[in-house]
């Protein structure tokens, strides 16, 4: 089987998303937030990363970053191990309501700082949220609090609408 026939409910997140992320410091003050496009791709069960994510990121002081996360596939889990991250995004076994995916990563190079992230479909995979735990030496850091809304499945037309109009 492959990766869409292994994770059902990550394919469901096949597209691309606009939202909005909020961060909040462990006292619970907002201390950050920008707007956010990702682009989640199935690319092929035989690719060497037969998923792969772009996230684009903008905050009102016109700045961005563009981040990109393609990723292996095996043991029913989707593995990430770049310059940024290293870690791994599975389906919640007993979720009767097939909703729920969470992911551990750890920044590379900065094992005293991991996250776990838990992302929630809705029903009608219009919409999701997720949540970040950021913990230091054991420590709650940062909270993330992330509203998305799917613009398209289609992510190759829009990618290719996008290329068109940059140059």
Known sequence: MGIR??????ARH????DGTYSYYNAAGDKVDEHESRLFCRFIDDNAATPYHQTNHYSWPDGRTEI???????????VWWDNELIQGSAWEV??????????LYW???GDPSLYLYEMIQIADDG???CRTWHWIRNGQ?????AIQERLVTRDWRALEKKMEAAAG
């Open 106 to 108: 750890q920044r590379t």
């Open 126 to 128: 219009q919409t999701r």
């Open 93 to 102: 076994g007993p979720d009767d309501k097939r909703r729920s995916i969470m």
């Open 140 to 144: 709650l850091e940062t909270r993330t």
């Open 14 to 17: 096949e597209g691309v998303w």
């Open 5 to 10: 026939e292994d994770m059902p409910l990550l």
């Open 67 to 77: 981040r990109d996360f393609p990723a292996t596939y095996r043991d029913k889990r």
